[in-house]
């Protein structure tokens, strides 16, 4: 791998200075005790943010019902709370497929023990009402929410610590220490890139190697809000982090050495292609839920959606009194109507698909889950992609099927997702 003598004098200071571990674990409970989320401990005020904020699920795929408006958004835009990326980072997660670490910086006040399967206990406040941990997360907040709403930790996050913070014992879990840039850079994931030579011979998704790469990890403007001492800082903890500003390949001609690897440069596109034909296949018939069930599965999905809404309708109650008001939109909520249809015969991936005229997507929810269920049913298209014919949890026994195509990938459910 390939850097500078800057890149090297930075790093050196860096690791002299902060203490650097990889975990392949970060718990999303996490994500709301930052934050300071209602209800810590579930996932329910991301949900509502998710579905009914203004640039939600529910005002966006009723946009997106017209083709051009996807089309025609600006491809260097980058506004995390839009929908549309939201749903991208959220399935990048579904696939395991982040191209970049996360980052998040810890401080404490107290020297308590920081468990993070036990989560009530990092964020204990002590009696003058002073919180005894700080922890921020940035780069990384955007899919460190999508680890909340997945209820899927997130499994290549960076954990800093400025020594003169630290103290033996802080972290409980055993997480692998980076203390240099070979250990670093094994967090990126190169961008697949595109190439063509001079006498038109063309090479495709070629992955160069990181051996074969140039890592630029110092920002080479001068410093200003959330930038110090050449990179991101997080003031809170005192702490900077390791945000990788450039990642090109170090050899071959000069064309393809221009090129980037780095998934940022590429992924505010890749939002708006992905998302394309959700909304259109959405909008052909209501979703249908198959199900071998004798309960009143209509109902249950109804009281699912009509409690989320009142949690919703609390929290702005809630921020308002605070001084800090939130509005929720729930106007189009009529138009996500759903059907439900119960059969007798073992359920079949292309006998639902026919049952469903091969249009929309169809469920398949079993029984024996029907009530352990707490999710509104639209919740699950974020499962839903025009490439991916089938998502189910492992046990077989809840699915959502693209009835539009024949074939495609399967994506997994986390059964946590649903419960």
Same mark, same amino acid.
């Given at each position: 791998?390939?850097?500078?003598?800057?890149?090297?004098?930075?790093?050196?200071?860096?690791?002299?200075?902060?203490?650097?571990?990889?975990?392949?674990?970060?718990?999303?409970?996490?994500?709301?005790?930052?934050?300071?989320?209602?209800?810590?401990?579930?996932?329910?005020?991301?949900?509502?943010?998710?579905?009914?904020?203004?640039?939600?699920?529910?005002?966006?795929?009723?946009?997106?019902?017209?083709?051009?408006?996807?089309?025609?958004?600006?491809?260097?835009?980058?506004?995390?709370?839009?929908?549309?990326?939201?749903?991208?980072?959220?399935?990048?997660?579904?696939?395991?497929?982040?191209?970049?670490?996360?980052?998040?910086?810890?401080?404490?006040?107290?020297?308590?023990?920081?468990?993070?399967?036990?989560?009530?206990?990092?964020?204990?406040?002590?009696?003058?009402?002073?919180?005894?941990?700080?922890?921020?997360?940035?780069?990384?907040?955007?899919?460190?929410?999508?680890?909340?709403?997945?209820?899927?930790?997130?499994?290549?996050?960076?954990?800093?610590?400025?020594?003169?913070?630290?103290?033996?014992?802080?972290?409980?879990?055993?997480?692998?220490?980076?203390?240099?840039?070979?250990?670093?850079?094994?967090?990126?994931?190169?961008?697949?890139?595109?190439?063509?030579?001079?006498?038109?011979?063309?090479?495709?998704?070629?992955?160069?190697?990181?051996?074969?790469?140039?890592?630029?990890?110092?920002?080479?403007?001068?410093?200003?809000?959330?930038?110090?001492?050449?990179?991101?800082?997080?003031?809170?903890?005192?702490?900077?982090?390791?945000?990788?500003?450039?990642?090109?390949?170090?050899?071959?001609?000069?064309?393809?050495?221009?090129?980037?690897?780095?998934?940022?440069?590429?992924?505010? @596109?890749?939002?708006?292609?992905?998302?394309?034909?959700?909304?259109?296949?959405?909008?052909?018939?209501?979703?249908?839920?198959?199900?071998?069930?004798?309960?009143?599965?209509?109902?249950?999905?109804?009281?699912?959606?009509?409690?989320?809404?009142?949690?919703?309708?609390?929290?702005?109650?809630?921020?308002?009194?605070?001084?800090?008001?939130?509005?929720?939109?729930?106007?189009?909520?009529?138009?996500?109507?759903?059907?439900?249809?119960?059969?007798?015969?073992?359920?079949?991936?292309?006998?639902?698909?026919?049952?469903?005229?091969?249009?929309?997507?169809?469920?398949?929810?079993?029984?024996?889950?029907?009530? @352990?269920?707490?999710?509104?049913?639209?919740?699950?298209?974020?499962?839903?992609?025009?490439?991916?014919?089938?998502?189910?949890?492992?046990?077989?026994?809840?699915?959502?099927?693209?009835?539009?195509?024949?074939?495609?990938?399967?994506?997994?459910?986390?059964?946590?997702?649903?419960?």
């Amino acid at each position: 791998m390939y850097t500078d003598d800057w890149n090297k004098k930075f790093l050196k200071k860096f690791f002299d200075t902060h203490y650097v571990w990889r975990t392949d674990s970060l718990p999303w409970k996490l994500f709301n005790k930052e934050n300071g989320k209602s209800s810590p401990l579930t996932n329910k005020h991301v949900r509502v943010e998710y579905m009914f904020a203004e640039c939600g699920f529910f005002n966006e795929m009723i946009k997106e019902l017209d083709k051009s408006y996807l089309e025609n958004l600006d491809l260097h835009t980058d506004f995390a709370h839009f929908h549309r990326q939201k749903r991208y980072v959220v399935q990048s997660h579904i696939e395991d497929n982040f191209h970049n670490p996360t980052h998040h910086s810890f401080k404490t006040f107290d020297k308590q023990i920081i468990d993070f399967d036990k989560v009530d206990s990092v964020f204990p406040v002590r009696p003058e009402k002073n919180v005894s941990l700080i922890v921020i997360t940035h780069p990384g907040h955007t899919r460190f929410e999508a680890s909340c709403f997945l209820k899927k930790n997130l499994s290549n996050a960076l954990v800093y610590v400025k020594k003169e913070n630290f103290y033996k014992g802080m972290f409980k879990q055993k997480m692998e220490r980076v203390t240099d840039i070979k250990d670093l850079v094994k967090s990126w994931k190169p961008l697949p890139i595109n190439f063509e030579k001079e006498n038109g011979v063309k090479f495709e998704n070629i992955i160069v190697p990181q051996e074969k790469s140039f890592f630029n990890f110092v920002f080479s403007m001068d410093e200003r809000d959330g930038l110090k001492n050449g990179t991101k800082y997080h003031q809170p903890t005192d702490c900077n982090v390791l945000k990788l500003w450039d990642y090109k390949p170090a050899v071959g001609p000069e064309e393809f050495r221009r090129k980037h690897l780095l998934h940022t440069v590429s992924y505010v @596109k890749e939002s708006i292609d992905t998302g394309k034909d959700i909304a259109q296949i959405w909008g052909e018939k209501p979703i249908t839920i198959y199900t071998n069930s004798d309960k009143d599965v209509k109902k249950h999905f109804e009281n699912n959606r009509k409690k989320l809404v009142e949690y919703a309708k609390a929290i702005m109650k809630q921020q308002e009194e605070k001084g800090h008001p939130v509005q929720y939109h729930f106007d189009n909520l009529s138009r996500f109507e759903f059907d439900v249809v119960k059969i007798e015969n073992s359920p079949h991936v292309d006998l639902l698909t026919i049952l469903n005229d091969n249009d929309n997507f169809a469920m398949w929810i079993d029984d024996s889950i029907v009530e @352990k269920i707490n999710r509104e049913v639209y919740e699950f298209l974020f499962f839903a992609k025009r490439d991916v014919k089938l998502s189910k949890t492992f046990d077989d026994k809840l699915w959502l099927i693209n009835c539009k195509i024949d074939e495609g990938k399967t994506w997994k459910i986390n059964k946590e997702f649903y419960l």
